[in-house]
């Protein structure tokens, strides 16, 4: 207990040195210290790291770490620390000043905001049958989910004494819309499939869109780009 101790007062003074870095104000109040220290439950991380530098490819969300904060399900914030997330092992990770990797407990975690080199990354829960899995979520509002599954599949390496291959990872990007009321469906991210989810209202203001940016839709960023034009004048 001694130890876990430890590692969480190391998470609240290390979070403190970031935003003190980059100049962010920091509540140092009784609740935001409560916050810190005792809703993210932080353990060491377990991922066999040796075992990835063996295999092309990245298990993670990103290759390079990426920034982020926390959205507690209290409703308060952590402040922006460098966090990232191993697909394949299925892990949130916060790397503290010393480089140490620390996994976070996602049971008092509400959302997982993530920012990418082209994409913001916005992780929480849609689908009741799977509470406990955080999901990419492209778009949403009071009925209608759209997210992504982002996976990462290890394929074995392999040598039949002609062709040697390498393991590798690879990712595995699959897309859901989730209407209220209804079950998650699998649906294939092109312009066609998601504008028929849309009013007529609605199609007309992301298609003025795409056109005014010269969107190709080919790309998450880009549908991320065009929901946002849309809530935003919601």
Do not use: W
């Not at 109040?29 to 409560?34: G, M, R, T």
């Not at 209202?201 to 010269?214: I, L, P, R, T």
Request: aromatic share 12%; hydrophobic share 35%.
């Amino acid at each position: 207990m001694k130890h876990v101790l430890v590692l969480i007062a190391s998470f609240l003074m290390s979070t403190i040195a970031y935003s003190q870095a980059d100049g962010t104000t920091i509540d140092h109040s009784p609740l935001a210290s409560a916050i810190a220290l005792g809703s993210l439950s932080i353990d060491k991380y377990s991922t066999v790291q040796l075992q990835y530098d063996d295999i092309k490819g990245s298990p993670y969300l990103e290759k390079d770490l990426l920034s982020g904060y926390i959205v507690l399900l209290d409703g308060g914030k952590t402040p922006q620390v460098p966090l990232q997330f191993d697909l394949y092992g299925g892990i949130f990770f916060y790397t503290d000043p010393k480089g140490d990797k620390l996994t976070i407990n996602l049971k008092v975690c509400r959302e997982i905001i993530l920012q990418g080199k082209q994409e913001t990354y916005q992780f929480k829960r849609t689908d009741p049958n799977t509470a406990d899995t955080f999901y990419d979520v492209l778009y949403e509002d009071d009925q209608l989910f759209i997210y992504n599954r982002i996976e990462t599949i290890l394929r074995e390496g392999s040598d039949n004494g002609i062709v040697k291959t390498e393991p590798s990872f690879n990712r595995d990007d699959n897309y859901y819309v989730l209407i209220k009321g209804g079950k998650p469906k699998s649906i294939k991210l092109k312009k066609k499939d998601v504008f028929k989810l849309f009013s007529k209202s609605d199609q007309a203001q992301m298609e003025a869109f795409v056109k005014q940016g010269k969107l190709k839709l080919k790309k998450t960023a880009e549908f991320k780009e065009m929901f946002k034009s849309l809530t935003q004048k919601m």
